[in-house]
C-alpha cells in the first residue's frame, strides 16, 4: 500500500487530499480531516517514516484554437464594404 | 362511567378505579418518588433513549448476509456494527432475516432483522494477541446523557436478544476511549441455538468525562474469543483504567469449531439501571443515522451523471475532465473517505460535443469532499484530449458510489 498527494483542481497549490494506492492503483480519495479515520491511518503511516508520492501537477486548460481572418470579421458583424469604409480604402 | 372529583386525599394506602379517574384542571400532583411500576404504556416513554444506532439490525447498506458476509477485520457486517478479529481462522458476517422458525423468542418480541456471525475456519488453539468480537462505536456528542466523569455519573443498561450455537460465558465490554477506562460484564448462554434475552448494568463512573464531540468516545463490544493477552486476569467488572488482561477472562472460544453461529438483535444502551422496552425508530429516522457514518448511492442506468467543467482538469492517476457532482443524502460526521469507482468495459459512454467518443474502462475518483457532497473526475478517455462539451451517462449497469466517514 502506498500513498499520493492530490490537488482537487488547477487551482490548488497544496494538495488537500490523499490517494490510497493499493498495487498503484488507486482505490480510495482520503480527506485532510482530523476526525476521518482513514486520514488518522494515513498520519500514522507517515509517523512510521513513510512519504507519500508527490502530487502530479495538473493539465493545463486546453488553449483555444486561434481564430481566422474570417471568424475575426464574423465575430465583429461588420461586412467587407464596412471595414472598407471604416478604414479609407 | 363513575367519576371521584377530590382536592385532597390523606390517609389513603390505595386507590382504585375500575373504570376511568380524571383529574381536574389547576390540580397539582406532587410525589416524592413512584415505585413499583414496571411499565407505562409497555412502550417507549420517551425518543433517544437508544444510543445504539441500528439496534434492530434492519439497515445493511452494504449488502452483507448470513450466508454471504463481511469477512475482513474491521469490516462493517450491517450498518454500525463492525467484526473486528486477529486469529488463524475465518469468520464471515452479516444480515439474516428471522421468520417465526429461526427467530424464536426475538422474532415473537418484534424483531425479523439479525446480525448474524458465523466461524467458517476454526481456530482452536488461541495465541496470546489472539481475539473476535464484534463492536459499535459511539461518538461523544451521543453520550452526554450518561454524565460520565462527574458526580451526578449514571448507570448503563445493555439489553439485546442473542442466540448462539455455543453455551458458556461470554463477555460483553464498554470501552471508553476518550480516558482508556473500560469495565466488563459476563453473560451465560445457557441453551443452545435458542433465543435469550440479555440484560446488563455496568456501574457509573464519576472519572472521566466523554468528550462532546464527533469522535470515538465509547465502544460496546461483544467479544467471541480473547487469548491470554485480553482474558489472563480477573474480569474487570468495575470502571478502570484499562488492562488487556481483564477485559474478557472467562470468555468461551467460540472460534473453536467450524459453523458456530451467533445471532444478535433488539440491541439497546440507554441510561439507568433498568432494561426499558426497545426504542422503535421508523426506517427512514435509522436510515438517517446510519448515513451519517456511510452513505450508499446508486444513479440509475441512462442517467447523466456528469460534465466538462473546465477546473476538473486534475493530477496523477485521476488526471480528467468529466465531474459528476453528488450531494450526500445526510450531513457526515467528517469529511468521508470516497472509494475510487472503476467501471466494466463497457458499461460507460463518455460523449463529446459531436459524438460519442469512446465505450471503455473508466476509472473516477473523488477529488472534491466536503461533508455535504462529492465531486468525482474521470480519467481521459481515448481520442478524448481535448473535449469542451462532454458528459458522463449510464450506458449499461447503475453508477454506484460510497463514502465511508466511520468512527
Request: proline fraction near 4%; glycine fraction near 8%.
Amino acid at each position: 500500500m502506498n500513498y499520493q498527494l492530490l490537488k482537487s483542481s488547477i487551482r490548488d497549490t497544496e494538495p488537500r487530499q490523499v490517494l490510497m494506492l493499493v498495487d498503484g492503483q488507486p482505490v480510495m480519495t482520503i480527506p485532510f480531516d482530523p476526525a476521518n479515520t482513514d486520514y488518522q491511518a494515513y498520519l500514522r503511516w507517515l509517523e512510521e517514516g513513510n512519504t507519500p508520492l508527490p502530487a502530479d501537477e495538473p493539465d493545463p486548460i486546453p488553449e483555444p484554437e486561434p481564430l481566422t481572418a474570417q471568424q475575426k470579421l464574423e465575430a465583429s458583424g461588420l461586412t467587407v464594404e464596412e471595414l472598407k469604409d471604416l478604414l479609407g480604402l | 362511567m363513575a367519576i371521584v372529583n377530590f382536592n385532597s386525599i390523606s390517609g389513603v394506602s390505595t386507590i382504585s378505579a375500575t373504570t376511568s379517574m380524571t383529574v381536574g384542571t389547576g390540580v397539582t400532583i406532587t410525589t416524592n418518588g413512584i415505585v413499583g411500576i414496571t411499565s407505562i404504556n409497555s412502550g417507549q416513554l420517551g425518543g433517544s433513549r437508544n444510543v445504539i444506532i441500528n439496534g434492530s439490525m434492519v439497515v445493511s447498506q452494504r449488502g452483507f448476509t448470513g450466508s454471504s458476509g463481511a469477512t475482513g477485520n474491521t469490516d462493517y457486517a450491517i450498518d454500525r456494527f463492525r467484526i473486528e478479529h486477529n486469529q488463524d481462522g475465518a469468520v464471515s458476517a452479516g444480515q439474516t432475516t428471522m421468520n417465526s422458525t429461526f427467530g424464536g423468542n426475538a422474532y415473537a418480541d418484534g424483531f425479523q432483522s439479525a446480525l448474524h456471525y458465523r466461524v467458517t475456519t476454526a481456530d482452536a488453539s488461541l495465541a496470546a494477541g489472539q481475539y473476535a468480537l464484534i463492536r459499535q462505536f459511539i461518538e461523544g456528542f451521543n453520550l452526554q446523557g450518561f454524565k460520565k466523569g462527574t458526580a451526578n455519573a449514571q448507570q448503563y443498561t445493555l439489553s439485546f436478544w442473542v442466540r448462539s450455537s455455543l453455551t458458556g460465558t461470554y463477555i460483553a465490554e464498554l470501552e471508553d476511549f476518550d480516558n482508556t477506562r473500560q469495565v466488563s460484564k459476563s453473560y451465560t448462554i445457557d441453551t443452545a441455538n435458542t433465543w435469550e434475552k440479555k440484560t446488563l448494568t455496568f456501574p457509573a463512573d464519576t472519572t472521566g468525562v466523554f468528550d462532546n464531540d464527533n469522535n470515538a468516545s465509547l465502544s460496546v463490544n461483544w467479544w467471541f474469543a480473547a487469548g491470554s493477552t485480553y482474558s489472563g486476569g480477573t474480569l474487570n467488572t468495575s470502571w478502570a483504567s484499562t488492562t488487556n488482561a481483564n477485559r474478557a477472562a472467562g470468555q468461551v472460544n467460540f472460534l473453536a469449531t467450524a459453523g458456530n453461529n451467533f445471532t444478535l438483535t433488539g440491541v439497546q444502551l440507554e441510561v439507568g439501571a433498568t432494561a426499558s422496552e426497545f426504542e422503535r425508530r421508523s426506517i427512514p429516522q435509522e436510515l438517517a443515522l446510519c448515513q451519517r457514518y456511510f452513505e450508499k448511492g446508486t444513479i440509475p442506468v441512462n442517467g447523466i451523471v456528469g460534465q466538462y467543467s473546465p477546473n476538473a482538469a486534475s493530477s496523477g492517476t485521476a488526471a480528467g475532465f468529466s465531474c459528476a457532482f453528488i450531494p450526500f443524502a445526510v450531513t457526515k460526521r467528517a469529511t468521508p473517505s470516497v472509494p475510487t469507482i472503476t467501471t466494466g468495459s463497457e458499461a460507460w459512454t463518455i460523449a463529446s460535443n459531436t459524438n460519442v467518443s469512446a465505450y471503455s474502462a473508466h476509472t473516477f475518483t473523488a477529488l472534491n469532499i466536503t461533508a455535504n457532497a462529492v465531486r468525482f473526475v474521470s480519467n481521459r478517455i481515448a481520442g478524448g484530449s481535448s473535449p469542451t462539451n462532454a458528459s458522463i451517462y449510464v450506458w449499461e449497469g447503475d453508477f454506484t458510489w460510497t463514502a465511508s466517514a466511520e468512527l
